[in-house]
């Protein structure tokens, strides 16, 4: 079975410090992970997927296989990163996605 | 092409109506995707298609659920017989056989009372 943790539910930064929102997964195949955001009344978007490794809005995420994991990452935090955090997983043969619950960013001015 | 885009918005409903929502994918994308999302917790599986045909359904996916997508374009999600716990966000996503991730529509958000 397919599953995504994300273990905070909230997570608070000030502005300009390092931010790490995690997820953890549960698969047995090669999985392939993404990042989705929601920035407030808007949509669900595609923030990054750990194949393209680029960096997003200075985001970067790197899939740890040993460690499960594909933990999101940003050295300097701005107010408009404050939304909801999506970590999913999509399994061999382009299964449809699974979602974690989402972690809530907070970026205090 | 405006992307996903899903109607209608809001629906209010009384409990033990019909309701059905409708999705417009982008145009040259070939899977269609079904969501559900509450309160606190991550979009939901509900579905998929690629074009016409439906190759997975959730076991959230009850029998008062049907979805469709007629000559492989938009899609129809009804739900029959409407009960309190179906009120959700309910969200549509397409993308290409391999593509890069997922296009969201807005979502419909449904309330039963």
């Known amino acids: 079975a397919q599953r995504v943790t994300q273990p905070e539910k909230l997570l608070s930064v000030f502005k300009g410090a390092p931010v790490e929102l995690k997820c953890n997964y549960s698969y047995s195949g090669s999985p392939e992970l993404f990042w989705y955001v929601q920035y407030s009344r808007q949509r669900l978007q595609l923030l990054l997927r750990?194949?393209s490794r680029e960096s997003i809005k200075g985001f970067t995420a790197d899939l740890n296989k040993g460690e499960t994991s594909f933990h999101l990452k940003k050295p300097f935090a701005q107010e408009e990163d404050s939304a909801m955090y999506y970590c999913a997983l999509s399994g061999t043969g382009n299964t449809p996605l699974v979602f974690g619950k989402g972690t809530r960013l907070s970026v205090i001015a | 092409d405006t992307g996903v885009s899903q109607n209608p918005r809001h629906k209010i409903t009384k409990r033990g109506q019909n309701v059905t929502f409708r999705c417009d994918p982008i145009s040259e994308h070939n899977r269609l995707y079904w969501y559900r999302q509450t309160l606190g917790q991550g979009p939901e599986f509900l579905t998929y298609?690629?074009?016409?045909?439906?190759?997975?359904k959730s076991r959230l996916l009850s029998d008062r659920f049907s979805a469709e997508r007629p000559k492989g374009s938009f899609s129809t999600l009804e739900i029959q017989r409407t009960e309190q716990g179906d009120s959700a966000m309910y969200l549509c996503?397409?993308?290409?056989?391999?593509?890069?991730?997922?296009?969201f529509g807005s979502g419909t958000r449904l309330t039963v009372v």
């Open positions: 750990h194949i």
């Open positions: 996503a397409s993308s290409l056989e391999r593509g890069n991730g997922y296009t």
């Open positions: 298609f690629q074009n016409e045909a439906q190759l997975e």
